[in-house]
């Protein structure tokens, strides 16, 4: 028997359709985050149709790439801190030396925007 190797083009209009859908939907994903402000990540699994696992994978991925800053705290929460209120904490810092975390904490309170933002 013969077996063709020869690429119908299909194969690769599907791919780069996959590739499109794929490059569409992480933007969505960090869109979300940043309009959002504070998300559950299970809420957020939910919506992306991804494990908890999965967008703690690719919040801190998105982190390691410099996409986006934000913490993740004890409750399973994503906060999304934009450039601006981070180059506020870090002003903050600066202007007062030496500060415990409370005070940062505190002072963060102030500095970091927790409601969603209209996009």
Known sequence: AVVSTQSTGEDEGQEA???????????????HLKTRKVVQLDDLGAHFNLKIHEVVERIESLQEEGVINGVIDDRGKFIYIS???????????????????????AASNRLINLEPVDS
């Open 17 to 31: 359709l996959d590739e499109e859908a794929q490059r569409n939907l992480l933007l969505e994903f960090i869109d």
């Open 83 to 105: 450039e601006e209120e981070m180059k506020s904490v870090v002003k903050f810092i600066q202007q007062h030396g030496r500060v415990s975390i409370s005070d940062v904490a």
